[in-house]
């Protein structure tokens, strides 16, 4: 067929892809504009209500002794062979089992597995690494640095660059949304997946189109789509926005210490910590709309009942895109988003029971 023809028969399913996606950034932006109203508003008043520390955030010079805990494992950089990118990674137990390689989330870091580390560090390799634009690892300030293909080549070359030809990934929140893109795309590097509150992007769009209400919980993500001012929002009155997330009697992590807070606010105090976060939900957007895919990677998937950002009808969402057996999932009673930090031992629970068979 010449290729004329083939580009007239084509021309209305292309405009009505484009229009689509118009109509898309426009919704996104309007709702980026509301969102950014009201992110003002409350970083406003936190400093109207705390004057003394001011419109920024202060920058911490010294990291907290927790961050360099020995009991953890090792800090290591290894260079990306795809993107030449240095990558910043806790490591423990090599040589007593297989890879377990840790993807944290928003707005968090390596040491949000700090528990886990303990843990599988007996009968795994257990790694947890900082992903491209937190801590210690290298942070490219452009956008087009944080597209999902280039953070699915980041964890393929962490695999492979720690000497390993697959691995049991566990991820949590954004690090749960590469997980589900990485089992996809790269099936053979991953034997078995743990993922804690978070779903793939696909799952995640088609529930939202008919579900209004996750739109609301996920309302920041809208804020984030625009350029410097979700980093000023979050760094007014030394960062509160961000310690209350962390710290809320209802929705944040229970019992956590002045000094663990400190190990999360510290990368995000330093010159543009939080910038390179920020981009990753900068292009969340880009392949909209997602065509549905079929999840087959072996999974056991934790949820939180009371999770203040998802709701719990996504869990059925995930199952019915599983092939038949693969996923084995555990809504936990009165439990919310930050399971590996609120309720370790329930988690971990869970993983020994679904990985005793590789340990056999």
Known sequence: MPDLVVTALLAP???SLKLLRAFMWSLVF??????????GCIALTH??????????????????????????????????????LRLHYVSAGRGN????????????????????LREFQSRFHVVAVDLRGYGP???PREVDCYTTDLLMADIEDVIQGLGYSKCILVGHDWGALLAWNFSIYYPSLVERMV?????PMSVYQDYCLRHIGQLFRSNYMFLFQLPWLPEKFLSMSDFQILKTTFTDR??????????????????????????????????????FPLEPQELATPTLLLWGEK????????????GSRFVPGRLEAHILPGVGHWIPQSNPQEMHQYMWAFLQDLLD
């Not at 360099?68 to 950089?77: A, Q, T, V």
């Not at 663990?260 to 910038?275: I, K, R, V, W």
């Not at 920020?278 to 292009?283: T, V």
Request: proline share 7%.
């Open 13 to 15: 399913s292309r405009l």
């Open 30 to 39: 309007s709702a980026a504009l509301v969102a950014a109203a009201v992110y």
């Open 47 to 84: 400093v109207l209500c705390r004057p003394r520390r001011g419109c920024c955030g202060r920058r911490r010079r010294v990291a907290p002794a927790c961050l360099s805990d020995p009991s953890l494992g090792e800090h290591s950089f290894l260079t990306l062979k795809s993107s030449g």
């Open 97 to 116: 089992g297989p890879l377990m390689l840790f993807l944290h989330g928003f707005p968090e870091n390596w040491f949000s597995w700090r528990y886990q």
């Open 137 to 139: 690892s290298d942070a």
């Open 195 to 199: 993922v804690v509150s978070g779903a």
């Open 250 to 287: 209802k929705s944040g992590i229970p019992h956590l210490t002045p000094n663990e807070l400190e190990a999360f606010l510290y990368n995000f105090s330093q010159p543009d910590g939080l910038t390179g976060p920020i981009n990753y939900y900068r292009n969340l957007f880009r392949n």
């Open 307 to 318: 999770d203040k950002y998802f709701e719990l009808g996504l869990v059925g969402a995930i």
